[in-house]
Structure formats: structure tokens, C-alpha cells
């Protein structure tokens, strides 16, 4: 019960075995010594740490923590970062994928055409039904068979790619218009950003972006007096309509231009209230961190080892469909870099959820070592530390499951309630 609380609650924890001796450098002296073989079963259980709610909410939960604290740094300051940061030129950036063929959406009517019409295919080119935002056919393609299914799965595959295609035509931008060499750039600014990527409706990824302009050395450092929020609004602006990525040249595709969307949204983030709130942008990042792809309902939480697997698959014929384009285009030579068999259950997409520049704020790791330090696990004098561990299993028993599933849920409701009395106490006040 105690190893159980101690993990909040995770649902499938991972089991070790092992020692950890904390010396005396100078004596030998023995300041802590612990060993699981005092422990129930001689195993210590340890948090999974996985991101996704449908895998371990407990955990999913102190990452959303986490990533909102981490976020919310880079935008007012904390954890090491000043909080001369809130007056930096600072914008929230969406940038989405590019049409690929005419899907189902919410709005009015859905796509009402006056002349009616049909595909080559015999299927009708538009529709004029009013869809609910969670209704099954929101974000399926009108006709299959029209999709360009190819050119989705490539996308995916070279979104990372277009990213840092972006990230590096905004500072040539920025350095361009000031009249400064793209070489000297660093000397003068450094481009800070946090970005997470989600899927929208119709299975494409879409990117969410936190961007910062910094001095040379970054939150420590102000930026130089030409760096406004106009300008970078200019330059994010125009780099995002610019940017290009080829796919390898393949005799059966071709050689495809990979660009972002027409749909781009830059907002400024202003420390006068005049634009977005930081805590909601914070906040939006870590709830969407915390999904998983089946969740989403556009892809799997794991990986597929065979094509047959993907029939059984609980997704939607869309999203099934690009998960077999995805494992044909893996089987040819010159897409083998791209990984797309490993990477088919995300519909090709192999970046991370969450990706940040290096100074933009604090780290998982130092806010992980806080809390250990808040915790108590963190205040023996400094010495060294000898540690021998081994993996040795994981998850629950099936009662012991349910214990865990009871604390987390405890847990869950002490902080919704703890939310709502800092909540009332801010109203009242």
C-alpha cells in the first residue's frame, strides 16, 4: 500500500531490484543506505511516467503538471527563467497541414454546392449536411478514392523536417531585415519556442507554438531594440508561406513539395492583457501533451508489427487507409529513412508531442528533481552515491490494480477540490 501511494496510483509501475549506498567522500561513512530486499516481494515499484491519459492517468496527469509549469516559464518567468521574459515579443503560432482533398466538416452546411456535380468517381462533390462537431463523418474525405492518401503519409513524415525548415527561414528573415548577415544573427537574437503537435479531425497533424525573441544569451538577455513583435509576426508570417521540404524522388511518386497550409493563426501574447492569456496557452499545451493517439481516435498508442494487423486496428476506414499507405510507401527503398512501417500506427508522423528550444525554459528533468527535493528525497549531504538496479517486471496484480486505481482517483479528486477553494478564495477576494 505504501510503494502504491508513493507512485500516486500508477497503473502499470515498473518493478526493480537493487541497492543505493550514499557515502562519505572523505571518511566512507555511510549516510543512507536503502535495499529492496526490506520490501514486500524485494521490489521497488517506480512511476511508468507515461504521457498518455488511456495509459496511466495518474502519470499522464504529472506530466500535464509538468509541461504546464514548463510552458508557463518560458511565458512569465520561474524555474530559473526571469521574469523579465513576459515584456519579450511573444506569439502564439498555429500552423496546419495543407488540404490533401475535400473532407466532411463542422460548420452551416457542411460544403454546399449550388451546381451539385460528382467526382470521376461518381461520388458527389459536395454536401449540405449540418454535422455535429463529434459526428463519426467530420474530417472523412468526401471521396476516397480523390484523398491523396500518398501525399498525407509524406507530410507526416517531413513535419519535423518543415518545422526546422521554419525555425531556421525566421531568424534569416529577421536577420534580413535589419540588414544583418543570417551568420550574425546569433550574435544579436536567439528564437526561443516550445511546440506541440495534435491531430485534427481529418487525421492530419497540426503544429501549436509558444515563440520568444531573445538577447544573444537567451531569457537573460534582452533582445536588441529592432526586435518588436511586429516584426517577428512579419517574419513568422512569411516564413510559414515559404518554407518547402522535398520527399526523396521515387519512380512510383515522384518527387512531392511538402509546405505548411494557407491556414495560419499568429496572435501576439501581451503582457498588458491585450492578447492571449499565458495560463490558457499553458494550460491548452498540457492538456493536448497528455492524449494519446488512439484517444485522439486518428491512430495507436503502440506499433505495428505486421500489415495484417492493421484490418483489426480500432480506427475509422480513413485512418486505417493511411496506415496502409503508410506500410506500402515503407516498403520502398528510397523511403527506408523515413521509417514508415515503425511509425505507421501515428499515420507517419515521428516527432515528438512536445518539442522545445533549449533556453526557452526549464526541463522535465529539473522539475522532476524539485519535486523529489520538495518531497524529501533530496536532502542528504552531499557524498557519493553507489546504485545497482535491475529491471525485474511490471504492472499490477489484479487487486493491487485496484488499490492503485482507487488512490489515483483520491488523489485526482483532492486536486479538483483543491482547485476549487483557490478558485472561490480568488472570487471572494
Known amino acids: 500500500m505504501e510503494q502504491i501511494t508513493a507512485t500516486g496510483g500508477c497503473a502499470n509501475p515498473v518493478h526493480l531490484s537493487g541497492s543505493t549506498t550514499t557515502l562519505a567522500p572523505d571518511t566512507g561513512e555511510i549516510f543512507r543506505h536503502y535495499d529492496t530486499r526490506d520490501e514486500p516481494g524485494e521490489r521497488l515499484l517506480v512511476r511508468c511516467r507515461n504521457r498518455r491519459a488511456t495509459v496511466c492517468p495518474a502519470c499522464s496527469r504529472l506530466h500535464a503538471g509538468d509541461t504546464f509549469h514548463l510552458v508557463r516559464a518560458g511565458l512569465l518567468g520561474g524555474k530559473g527563467v526571469p521574469a523579465a521574459v513576459r515584456e519579450r515579443p511573444r506569439l502564439f503560432v498555429t500552423l496546419t497541414a495543407p488540404s490533401f482533398g475535400a473532407v466532411h466538416r463542422v460548420g452551416e452546411r457542411c460544403r454546399p454546392r449550388r451546381d451539385g456535380g460528382a467526382c470521376e468517381h461518381g461520388r458527389p462533390l459536395g454536401c449540405d449536411v449540418l454535422h455535429a462537431p463529434d459526428a463519426p463523418i467530420v474530417g472523412q474525405p468526401l471521396c476516397p478514392n480523390c484523398y491523396d492518401y500518398t501525399a498525407h503519409a509524406l507530410w507526416h513524415a517531413h513535419a519535423s523536417k518543415l518545422w526546422d525548415r521554419f525555425v531556421i527561414d525566421v531568424r534569416r528573415r529577421l536577420a534580413g531585415s535589419v540588414g544583418l548577415v543570417q551568420s550574425r544573427f546569433a550574435h544579436h537574437a536567439r528564437l526561443s519556442f516550445a511546440r506541440v503537435a495534435e491531430y485534427q479531425k481529418r487525421a492530419a497533424v497540426h503544429v501549436h507554438a509558444v515563440v520568444r525573441l531573445d538577447g544573444p544569451n537567451g531569457p537573460d538577455d534582452e533582445p536588441?531594440?529592432?526586435?518588436?513583435?511586429?516584426?517577428?509576426?512579419?517574419?513568422?508570417?512569411?516564413?510559414?508561406?515559404?518554407?518547402?521540404?522535398?520527399?526523396?524522388?521515387?519512380?512510383?511518386?515522384?518527387?512531392?513539395?511538402?509546405?505548411?497550409?494557407?491556414?495560419?493563426?499568429?496572435?501576439?501574447?501581451?503582457?498588458?492583457?491585450?492578447?492571449?492569456?499565458?495560463?490558457?496557452?499553458?494550460?491548452?499545451?498540457?492538456?493536448?501533451?497528455?492524449?494519446?493517439?488512439?484517444?485522439?481516435?486518428?491512430?495507436?498508442?503502440?506499433?505495428?508489427?505486421?500489415?495484417?494487423?492493421?484490418?483489426?486496428?480500432?480506427?475509422?476506414?480513413?485512418?486505417?487507409?493511411?496506415?496502409?499507405?503508410?506500410?506500402?510507401?515503407?516498403?520502398?527503398?528510397?523511403?527506408?529513412?523515413?521509417?514508415?512501417?515503425?511509425?505507421?500506427?501515428?499515420?507517419?508522423?515521428?516527432?515528438?508531442?512536445?518539442?522545445?528550444?533549449?533556453?526557452?525554459?526549464?526541463?522535465?528533468?529539473?522539475?522532476?528533481?524539485?519535486?523529489?527535493?520538495?518531497?524529501?528525497?533530496?536532502?542528504?549531504?552531499?557524498?557519493?552515491?553507489?546504485?545497482?538496479w535491475r529491471y525485474v517486471g511490471s504492472g499490477h496484480t489484479p487487486g493491487a490494480a485496484l488499490i492503485a486505481a482507487g488512490i489515483a482517483d483520491d488523489l485526482a479528486e483532492s486536486r479538483r477540490l483543491g482547485l476549487e477553494a483557490r478558485h472561490e478564495g480568488e472570487w471572494c477576494g
Open 224 to 388: 536588441p531594440a529592432w526586435g518588436t513583435a511586429a516584426l517577428l509576426i512579419n517574419a513568422v508570417r512569411a516564413s510559414a508561406e515559404r518554407v518547402l521540404v522535398r520527399t526523396p524522388h521515387s519512380p512510383a511518386v515522384g518527387e512531392l513539395g511538402m509546405r505548411w497550409g494557407v491556414q495560419i493563426d499568429v496572435r501576439p501574447l501581451r503582457a498588458d492583457g491585450g492578447g492571449l492569456e499565458d495560463d490558457a496557452v499553458a494550460a491548452y499545451v498540457a492538456k493536448y501533451v497528455t492524449k494519446g493517439a488512439s484517444e485522439t481516435g486518428v491512430g495507436l498508442d503502440h506499433s505495428l508489427s505486421t500489415f495484417a494487423e492493421i484490418d483489426t486496428a480500432p480506427v475509422n476506414d480513413h485512418v486505417r487507409t493511411l496506415m496502409r499507405t503508410c506500410w506500402r510507401l515503407g516498403g520502398l527503398p528510397e523511403y527506408a529513412p523515413l521509417r514508415l512501417r515503425a511509425w505507421a500506427h501515428t499515420l507517419g508522423y515521428r516527432g515528438h508531442i512536445l518539442t522545445k528550444s533549449r533556453v526557452y525554459s526549464t526541463t522535465y528533468a529539473v522539475l522532476r528533481a524539485e519535486r523529489a527535493d520538495h518531497m524529501g528525497h533530496g536532502d542528504l549531504p552531499d557524498g557519493v552515491t553507489e546504485r545497482h
